[in-house]
């Protein structure tokens, strides 16, 4: 009540300039405020998405070095390993342990590229379908909503993750008996198998194939990252949003109010029920587009110039025939020739065994940062 006569005591001149001034400022502020949390939420993205992902990278990669060992076996020779423990065996056995983590300076920078671009893309998924109107602003999305955000998000970080995977994939790989080997070119040592290195790697395949060539094995990146993302993150918030129901029951059930429900959707789940749901993200993720990955990882451990992963390269006395790299769909016919269905899930169990420790820790370590560290 008191604010009008003090107005009305400064002028109608000054107040009409006030009146002005403080219109122009309160409709200025939320767009600068809107603009900077906005790049605050892509800061939290890249950030803690790619420390999420250092940290499953480092649970996962010995059994992801075993699973391109799996995959990658050429199909003119007899199999160099039975089974994941017989590979876990001989690459021990010829490496050591630490042999397992060979080219993990790579895939680290690829785990933390991949991570943050996955969380990025899909909150520009979900801005999108909210600013397209498919969904009030302040409404929650629906779980089929969920799965197209994965999906986007994977499919724009298959173009940055190719790239990556092709070095890691060629450093795995020691080389085999007849050629069928990962890099051919890329840093040989005398004797025994050969060291290779990130950088040599990408240097020769630059010389041979250019730049293009950094992109071979693209469409197999493609259908698992958009397909597996969808997967990834519509498991886990479907697998959340049935653990919240089930917990607003629990708590009905022992006479809670309404308000009390209410005020436990604000409180994120208890930790073993983010980690299932995070491993069930993972093991969705890897299991349904095993095949295209089987397929990709056997494109890119073909030698560095030439042949598929299956090619007849590699005669006697050390002569190379070099083969025409294959497509996608010659390296499937490729397989299905040799070893029939069976072929495409070759490392498939240890696989998802791994993905479900490895992304129940990805998404802990993510969303626990974006709760007691918020940069918005």
């Given at each position: 009540?008191?604010?009008?006569?003090?107005?009305?005591?400064?002028?109608?001149?000054?107040?009409g300039?006030?009146?002005a001034?403080?219109?122009t400022?309160t409709?200025?502020?939320?767009?600068?405020?809107?603009?900077?949390?906005?790049?605050?939420?892509?800061?939290?993205?890249?950030?803690?998405?790619?420390a999420?992902?250092?940290?499953?990278?480092?649970?996962?990669?010995?059994?992801?070095?075993?699973?391109?060992?799996?995959?990658?076996?050429?199909?003119?020779?007899?199999?160099?390993?039975?089974?994941?423990?017989?590979?876990?065996?001989?690459?021990i056995?010829?490496?050591?342990?630490?042999?397992?983590?060979?080219?993990?300076?790579a895939?680290?920078?690829?785990?933390?590229?991949?991570n943050?671009?996955?969380?990025?893309?899909e909150?520009?998924?979900r801005?999108?379908?909210?600013?397209?109107?498919?969904?009030p602003r302040?409404?929650e999305?629906?779980?089929?909503a969920?799965?197209?955000?994965?999906?986007?998000?994977?499919?724009?970080?298959s173009?940055?993750?190719?790239?990556?995977?092709?070095?890691?994939?060629k450093?795995?790989?020691?080389?085999?008996?007849?050629?069928?080997?990962a890099?051919?070119?890329?840093?040989?040592g005398?004797?025994?198998?050969?060291?290779?290195?990130p950088?040599?790697v990408?240097?020769?395949?630059?010389?041979?194939?250019?730049?293009?060539?950094?992109?071979?094995?693209?469409?197999?990146?493609?259908i698992r990252e958009?397909?597996?993302?969808?997967?990834?993150?519509?498991?886990k918030?479907?697998?959340?949003?049935?653990?919240?129901?089930?917990?607003?029951?629990?708590?009905l059930?022992?006479?809670?109010?309404?308000?009390?429900v209410l005020?436990?959707?604000?409180?994120p789940?208890?930790?073993?029920?983010?980690?299932?749901a995070?491993?069930?993200?993972?093991?969705?993720?890897?299991?349904?587009?095993?095949?295209?990955?089987?397929v990709?990882?056997?494109?890119?451990?073909?030698?560095?110039?030439?042949?598929?992963?299956?090619?007849?390269?590699?005669?006697?006395?050390?002569?190379?025939?070099?083969?025409?790299?294959?497509s996608?769909?010659?390296?499937?016919?490729?397989l299905?020739?040799?070893?029939?269905?069976?072929?495409?899930?070759?490392?498939?169990?240890?696989?998802?065994?791994?993905?479900?420790?490895?992304?129940?820790?990805?998404?802990?370590?993510?969303?626990?940062?974006?709760?007691?560290?918020?940069m918005?």
């Amino acid at each position: 009540m008191d604010s009008v006569p003090a107005q009305t005591h400064q002028g109608f001149k000054e107040a009409g300039a006030a009146s002005a001034s403080h219109l122009t400022t309160t409709t200025s502020l939320p767009t600068k405020v809107e603009s900077r949390t906005a790049v605050m939420e892509a800061l939290e993205d890249i950030v803690y998405g790619s420390a999420a992902g250092i940290v499953g990278k480092y649970i996962e990669y010995p059994f992801d070095t075993v699973k391109v060992r799996l995959q990658s076996q050429p199909d003119h020779l007899p199999l160099r390993y039975t089974g994941p423990l017989d590979c876990f065996r001989q690459s021990i056995r010829a490496d050591g342990f630490l042999g397992l983590y060979r080219g993990i300076s790579a895939p680290l920078v690829g785990a933390a590229l991949e991570n943050s671009s996955l969380f990025f893309f899909e909150r520009i998924g979900r801005s999108l379908l909210y600013s397209s109107g498919f969904a009030p602003r302040d409404s929650e999305l629906s779980l089929s909503a969920l799965w197209f955000t994965g999906g986007f998000s994977g499919a724009f970080t298959s173009l940055i993750l190719t790239p990556v995977e092709l070095v890691k994939c060629k450093i795995q790989v020691p080389d085999e008996p007849g050629g069928g080997g990962a890099g051919a070119g890329a840093g040989a040592g005398a004797g025994g198998q050969r060291q290779l290195k990130p950088i040599p790697v990408i240097k020769e395949i630059f010389r041979h194939e250019g730049l293009r060539g950094f992109w071979h094995g693209q469409l197999g990146t493609l259908i698992r990252e958009a397909g597996g993302c969808a997967a990834w993150f519509g498991s886990k918030e479907t697998t959340s949003k049935w653990f919240r129901g089930r917990n607003e029951r629990a708590l009905l059930k022992r006479g809670a109010s309404q308000e009390e429900v209410l005020a436990s959707r604000e409180r994120p789940l208890p930790l073993w029920q983010q980690a299932i749901a995070g491993a069930s993200a993972g093991m969705s993720y890897n299991f349904l587009f095993f095949p295209a990955d089987t397929v990709k990882s056997r494109m890119q451990t073909s030698p560095i110039g030439g042949g598929g992963g299956g090619g007849e390269n590699g005669g006697k006395g050390g002569a190379t025939t070099v083969m025409p790299k294959k497509s996608f769909g010659e390296e499937a016919r490729a397989l299905w020739k040799q070893a029939g269905i069976k072929g495409f899930y070759r490392g498939c169990g240890i696989t998802v065994l791994r993905s479900a420790p490895s992304s129940a820790f990805i998404f802990m370590v993510y969303d626990g940062l974006k709760k007691y560290f918020p940069m918005a």
